[in-house]
Every structure is written in C-alpha cells, then in structure tokens.
C-alpha cells in the first residue's frame, strides 16, 4: 500500500463539471480577461465579505501587486516572519524594499505579534502576516500594531482559504492581501493563478490595471504596470471548485481531529497547536520531532509519503546570501525546520489511511 503525500483523484468526482467549463471558455473564443474571470472575482469577495477581489497570475504576482499599490520599494522596509514561505521574501525583494524578518511563535509557527514592534523603524512601511498552514495569524494584536505605527498590513493569504480570526475570514484584515490558486492549495487551480484582495476602492483599481501592462482602459496607460493576468480556463476551473470549497475544508478539519486524537499522547511528537480564536483550515497538516528524518524515513519504507515545509528557512537560501545572515540568527525558524514534518492531508483521504499512519508512527517511537 501507498499513501501519497497529496492527491488529486478527489476531483474525479468533478471531473465532468470542470471539463464542460473548460469547453465552454474554448467555444466562447474569449481567453483574456472574460466572464469567467469577473464571474470568478465576484464569487471570491462575496464569498469572503470583501468589496473587491482581482484575479492574478500567481499568489507570488499578487503580493508584489500589493507591494506595489502601496507604493513600497527602494529603502523601504517590510516586516516578515524568519520562517515564511519564500514567496513572501521574494516579493518584498523584488520590488526593492528590505526585508525585516521576525522570528515565530514556536506553538502557532506564525510571525509572533509580540516581537513586532521592537523591529519598527521609520523606514518601515509594512508588516506582511503569513496564515502559515491555514492557522491565522493573531491579527488584532497585528493591526493594533499597524494602526499605533501608521503601517500598511499586507496578508499573505496563500495557505489559508476561508481560516478566521475572531469570525473574521482571513485575507479581508488588511489593507491590500494576496492569495495562491496553486494547484494544492484548498482553492487550487489547475496550474498558476492568485487573487488580490482590498475593501480599498484606489488599491482595487490599481491592481486591476497593474496586473493588465497598467491600462485603465484599452491602450491608455497610466502606470506601469505587469502583465500578471489570470486566463480565463484557469478562472472558469475556480469557477467550479469555488462551489466545493466550504465542503473540503471541513473534510480536511474532520481528517486533522482523527491525527489529533490519535497522536495526542505521544511524547516525542508536537501535533499542530490550534488557537481557540481561530478556525483552522489545515492546508498542511505538520508535526515536530527531533527525530524528524529518521521518521520521514520510516514512513516511507512503510508506504507512506510525507514532505518538508520548509527544510531551508530563507535566510540560509543562497538567494539571500548578500543579507549576511547566518545559521544561528534567528534559532526558532531554523529549529522548525529541522524539525518539522508534513504528514498526508487533502481531501479523499480516508480514515483507515491516517489509522495506518498513526499506528506506524506509535510503532516508530515505541
């Protein structure tokens, strides 16, 4: 048996549904900017009580969308966790700003809120809160933080589709929020795609005409801006997987609760801490042990498949080099990349499957 760490057979049962609105995209002889794509983007925002929602090419695009609508760049600086996804550094790098990262709460594995404000500076324009895994992050400490220090806060939103702080979906917080449709993200397209997300009516139009080479309407260019367009048969497939979304993140919650249960009582283990004020969406479900990779090891000669988020956090990546940071500077980003292990989670996964993981990792440590 074989127990792979992601899926995709779950969408078979969708398979009709998306595959008719793929034909109905090649029929309709409309492949850029369409209905699907203003279909797609009012789903989004009344699905998460936001004013405006703007369909982009990637969730790495989106971010540096949201970078720049608020006019961040040269000698700015942007307040990011030391353990965020790569994605959010590479953003802040690229439109030239600096990146001031922020160490983790050990338990939520999310920027830790009371460490922000001894690193606000007056170059910092920002604070970037990545919902890690799908636990949101303790945004009302945050924008306590941003309101008392004129920031901007920029959500990165990717991992964490329809979680909720205090009843609040994520992504709505902040003033401008970026999210990912990669393809195994609980909203997953099926290939690039990402969203802005803003109540702010200047910050949703400029990110619609960034995101189209600056156009505010055809051939006038007013900005400069991107080519960072969502197509219309990757918005026509959100179109249909955005009906199933509440539905999937449930199933991956119900999955989550049977590895709680299960593992709970074993020493050597950390299982994923949850904050009450939070709902949990669980793209990832991630444990820590010491003995990290010779578990990961185990499991696999045992049929089951599990991966690493993220082994190299990203002040050791030899693109960061030049900041001059080294191992040691910020030990608890590093610490949960040593330790931290992603075990199977996605939806179609069956009960008895995570029965069999829990007993192989109760026979490892026994």
């Known amino acids: 048996m074989i127990i792979p ?16 609105s793929i034909s109905r995209v090649f029929d309709s002889k409309q492949y850029v900017l369409g209905e699907n794509i203003l279909k797609f983007e009012k789903k989004y925002s009344q699905l998460n009580k936001i004013k405006n929602a703007i369909g982009v090419s990637s ?21 990011v966790a030391s353990n965020a996804y790569i ?27 009371s460490k922000i404000e001894k690193k606000i500076t007056k170059k910092t324009k920002a604070i970037m809160p990545v919902h890690l895994y799908g636990q949101p992050c303790q945004m ?31 992504g709505t917080f902040g003033n401008i929020n970026a999210t990912s449709f990669y393809p195994t993200k609980n909203l997953g397209a099926m290939g690039e795609a990402g969203c802005v997300t803003t109540n ?10 960034y995101r189209n080479y600056g156009y505010t ?16 048969i990757q918005a026509s497939i959100l179109n249909v997987k955005i009906k199933y979304l509440k539905k999937l993140n449930q199933e991956r919650i119900f999955l989550a609760k049977i590895y709680d249960e299960n593992l709970n009582s074993v020493l050597n283990i950390k ?15 991630v444990i820590r042990t010491n003995r990290r990779d010779e578990l990961k090891k185990y499991l696999y000669d045992n049929g089951i498949e599990t991966s690493i988020h993220y082994p190299i956090p990203p002040h050791l990546q030899l693109a960061y080099k030049y900041l001059g940071y080294k191992k040691g500077d910020f030990p608890i980003a590093e610490e949960i990349s040593e330790t931290s292990l992603s075990l199977p989670l996605y939806p179609g996964l069956k009960k008895k499957d995570i029965l069999f993981i829990c007993k192989k990792i109760l026979n490892f440590f026994n």
């Open 87 to 113: 994605a959010c550094w590479l953003a802040i790098s690229n439109v030239g700003a600096k990146i001031i990262p922020v160490e983790p709460n050990e338990k939520t594995f999310n920027i830790d809120a």
């Open 5 to 20: 760490f992601f899926s995709f057979d779950y969408y078979d049962k969708i398979r009709k549904e998306v595959l008719d």
């Open 200 to 209: 702010d009516v200047y910050l949703g139009e400029f990110s619609k005409a």
């Open 140 to 170: 009302d400490e945050i924008m306590k933080i941003a309101n008392k220090n004129n920031l901007y806060v920029i959500e990165d939103n990717a991992q964490a589709h329809l979680s909720k702080f205090n009843n609040q979906y994520t």
């Open 217 to 232: 309407k055809k051939y006038e260019c007013k900005i400069i801006g991107r080519n960072f367009r969502i197509d219309e």
């Open 59 to 79: 969730g790495l695009d989106a971010l540096i969308i949201c970078l720049r609508a608020l006019k961040i760049g040269k000698d700015d600086e942007v307040i």
């Open 271 to 285: 299982i994923p801490y949850k904050d009450p004020n939070c709902v949990h969406v669980y793209h990832l479900y």
